[in-house]
Each structure stands twice: as C-alpha cells, then as structure tokens.
C-alpha cells in the first residue's frame, strides 16, 4: 500500500495541526495505522497507533490527552489531530502500515514520505 502524509505546516505553541494520511490501496482497511515523528538529530518514535477496525488506540505517553488518531476506512485515510502543540513536537511526521499490533518501526511494512510540523514558542 503506497502512503501520502500531509497536512504539516508552522504554528505557534499551544496551536493544533490536523494530519492526513492517504492511501492508493483497496487494502487499506487491512492494515493497522500508525504515526511516527522524526526530530533532528534524533531516531524515529511511535506517536500512535489505530487498529484496523479503528476502534481501539494507543498513544505514546508524551501525546496522551493532546492528540488523536483516526481513520476513515471508507476515504482510504487516517488523521491525527494534534492539539495544545509543544516547541518539542517539532519533527517530521510519518504514517505507517502494517499487520501487526506494534509500536516497533521495524515492524512496518508500508511509510509515507512525511510532512514538517514546526512549533514554534
């Protein structure tokens, strides 16, 4: 399944951004999504996950409370909405497919080619 992340862009502390996650394949209801993020200088982290039937969740600890992950099955696409943005939430952010329940990068088979949250203070 090829994958499209967009929906980045500058915005002030305290700010909310809504990412999207595209998908070409029929499959893509198959498939449990996940976010990513990339800092400068620093490895790949799990952001959040969604299960295949988008019914269940699970957030890194540094995201509870401030973002959401979503998908519409029907659109071919999953969104996180990242509300009450921090400085260190800039990165870029990636979405995942994959068949397994993992926060492990290794473990996806499918990635975006990621879009650029800039938070600034």
């Known amino acids: 399944v090829q994958l499209q992340a967009s929906g980045g862009g500058s915005v002030q502390a305290g700010g909310a951004v809504r990412l999207s996650c595209a998908a070409s394949a029929r499959t893509f209801s198959s498939y449990t999504l996940a976010w990513f993020r990339q800092a400068p200088g620093k490895e790949r982290e799990f952001v959040a996950i969604v299960s295949v039937g988008g019914d269940r969740f699970m957030y890194a600890d540094f995201v509870k409370g401030r973002f959401t992950i979503s998908r519409d099955n029907a659109k071919n696409t999953m969104y996180l909405q990242m509300n009450s943005l921090k400085p260190e939430d800039t990165a870029v952010y990636f979405c995942?497919?994959?068949?397994?329940?993992?926060?492990?990068?290794?473990?996806?088979?499918?990635w975006g080619q990621g879009t650029q949250v800039t938070v600034s203070s």
């Open positions: 995942a497919a994959g068949v397994s329940w993992t926060t492990e990068k290794k473990r996806y088979i499918s």
